[in-house]
C-alpha cells in the first residue's frame, strides 16, 4: 500500500562518533540535489523513498534564532539587491 503524506518523511540521522550523516527522504528535490551533487542512493524503495549518506558536514548546523532587521537594515538591503550588477569584460 502506498504510504500516506504523513508517512512520506525525511529522516536525518547523525551521531557524535560517525563523519557522515543518513538522510531518507520521499522529497523529490532533495533525491535530485543530492544526486546534483553527486550522492547516490544506498536505499530505495518502490515507494519513492531514497537513502544516502553524506558527510556530516552537509547537515549539522545547530538551530538559530532568526535575524530581525530594522525598517532601515530592510530598505538597505532591498536597494542593494535590487541594484543593477556591473558588467565586466
Do not use: C
Not at 512520506?8 to 522529497?27: G, L
Not at 549539522?60 to 538591503?77: A, G, N, V
Amino acid at each position: 500500500m502506498k504510504p500516506t503524506k504523513a508517512e512520506r518523511e525525511t529522516i536525518v540521522n547523525f551521531n557524535e562518533e560517525d563523519n557522515t550523516a543518513d538522510i531518507f527522504t520521499y522529497r523529490k528535490d532533495w533525491q535530485r540535489k543530492l544526486e546534483s551533487m553527486g550522492y547516490k542512493p544506498d536505499l530505495v524503495n518502490r515507494y519513492g523513498g531514497k537513502g544516502y549518506t553524506v558527510p556530516k558536514s552537509l547537515v549539522i548546523t545547530p538551530p538559530r534564532k532568526p535575524k530581525r532587521l530594522s525598517d532601515m537594515q530592510k530598505q538597505e538591503l532591498h536597494e542593494r539587491l535590487n541594484k543593477k550588477p556591473i558588467l565586466r569584460k
